[in-house]
């Protein structure tokens, strides 16, 4: 019999975003969906219908404007009690959650004290279910009126920034143990400022790098708050990591693309960060092949999205992050649109391979984080990518259904943690 090789305090948790799940908040992306519903619903057979495997059983969603208005969430904001719950019932022990910036200061200085209040209590009701909290700062949401000073397109910015982050630390610092900074400033910088989908819709070169190096100075001035608040915090980021490769390995062309792809997309930020991180967070969706300077993935499987799905490519990364930065490392996100829930205990299952598979060649892995606990609002996709453990039935009065391959993973997560593995792979049993 194989050794459970995920040692006793390892986190076993999921992650959400507050605009993602809450309800009710007001921000600027709240914004821009009520006034781009209409638009992004009648573009979506354009933007979208060519990526989709199964465009037919996704139109009737994405071609309706309510699709795209975040709205009533999930009703996490109310119902946060009932999801811990589930999330104890799924035997986690730990969980990813954004504090709302636009709820917390709704007026430029103004602190909301309810607001406040109900972190605190979120916060507390955490930890009595034994779930390790794991605060977000930062997860692309800002109130309207640090939107409207240009974000974090300028420096000077920064110190709205600044106070919040004190903010947070006065507030929470001494309750937590883990602070996560931002969320993917690559996928933010690229996808608000480079290709122009997301709100602001700019595309400027100079904005995102703009952005981009404000982002590392956000997170390096947070880091300095935070740990002369607390310095025994524990705080990194939520990087988004790729598992890029070359698709022909003894190709100079597609060699020399994958090493400069590798450095941009997963290095850049994560090194110019190196000295102000105590773990290496980091979110694994994807595995990408280049030919040449195009993206050149196999056409299956995929997920609802259309993203081509390789959990093993997990494996690779784990053993890249380590060589690169010699820190512990968190999955803070990772999983898989799939309504039908066909791929997700399969994901999760090979994603547990990768995880043992590079811990037993030392990587010192002491987290994972499944992307998400319930099924929540998905940027500019809107409602209808499921990525949930929990199905949530926004027409029936938020009804939270926990899937079969999330009682599997229950299941799993309570075999390893009384040492009774094994994973269909033995590659550790010795
Ligand atoms: C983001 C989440 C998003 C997920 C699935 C991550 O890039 O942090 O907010 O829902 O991917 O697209």
Redesign the pocket.
């Known amino acids: 019999m194989a050794k459970n090789i995920f040692p006793k305090g390892f986190f076993w948790g999921a992650?959400t975003?507050s605009h993602?799940v809450e309800g009710g908040t007001v921000n600027q992306w709240s914004e821009w969906e009520l006034s781009h519903a209409q638009e992004l619903a009648k573009t979506s057979h354009e933007r979208i219908a060519y990526t989709l495997p199964d465009w037919q059983d996704i139109k009737k969603h994405a071609e309706k404007p309510e699709n795209y208005v975040s709205g009533k969430g999930v009703d996490h904001y109310n119902r946060y009690e009932e999801d811990f719950d589930i999330a104890k019932k799924l035997n986690l022990n730990a969980f990813r959650f954004g504090v709302e910036w636009s709820r917390l200061e709704p007026s430029e200085g103004e602190w909301n004290l309810d607001e406040i209040e109900h972190y605190r209590e979120y916060i507390l009701q955490l930890k009595k279910r034994g779930l390790e909290p794991f605060l977000n700062l930062w997860?692309?949401t800002m109130p309207t009126w640090f939107a409207e000073k240009g974000g974090f397109e300028k420096r000077r910015n920064l110190k709205y920034w600044r106070r919040f982050v004190q903010k947070i630390a006065n507030e929470f610092g001494h309750d937590l143990m883990y602070v996560i900074t931002i969320?993917?400033p690559n996928?933010y910088a690229t996808f608000s400022y480079y290709t122009g989908e997301w709100v602001p819709q700019k595309r400027s070169l100079r904005l995102t790098a703009a952005v981009y190096f404000n982002l590392i100075r956000a997170h390096k001035q947070a880091y300095k708050i935070l740990k002369r608040n607390n310095p025994t915090l524990m705080v990194g980021v939520?990087s988004?990591l790729a598992n890029i490769q070359a698709k022909r390995p003894h190709n100079i062309i597609d060699v020399t693309v994958t090493m400069w792809m590798r450095y941009l997309w997963n290095w850049w930020y994560l090194n110019r960060i190196r000295n102000q991180q105590d773990f290496i967070g980091f979110?694994y969706?994807f595995t990408d092949y280049y030919k040449g300077i195009r993206r050149d993935n196999p056409g299956a499987p995929r997920n609802d999205?259309g993203w081509y799905m390789e959990p093993e490519g997990l494996y690779p990364l784990l053993v890249r992050v380590k060589s690169h930065y010699k820190k512990p490392i968190i999955i803070t996100?990772n999983?898989v649109?799939d309504h039908r829930d066909e791929y997700r205990q399969w994901w999760i299952e090979e994603t547990i391979v990768a995880m043992e598979r590079a811990m037993s060649e030392g990587v010192e892995l002491h987290g994972y984080f499944h992307?998400?606990l319930l099924d929540?609002f998905?940027?500019k996709y809107g409602w209808w990518?499921k990525?949930g453990l929990v199905h949530v039935d926004r027409e029936h009065g938020m009804k939270r259904t926990i899937r079969p391959s999330s009682e599997w993973f229950a299941n799993k997560i309570d075999a390893m943690q009384r040492g009774e593995l094994p994973t269909k792979n033995e590659h550790s049993s010795k």
């Open positions: 992650s975003a993602q997860h692309w969320n993917e996928v939520a988004q979110n969706y999205l996100e999983g649109a992307w998400s929540n998905e940027w990518p990525f």
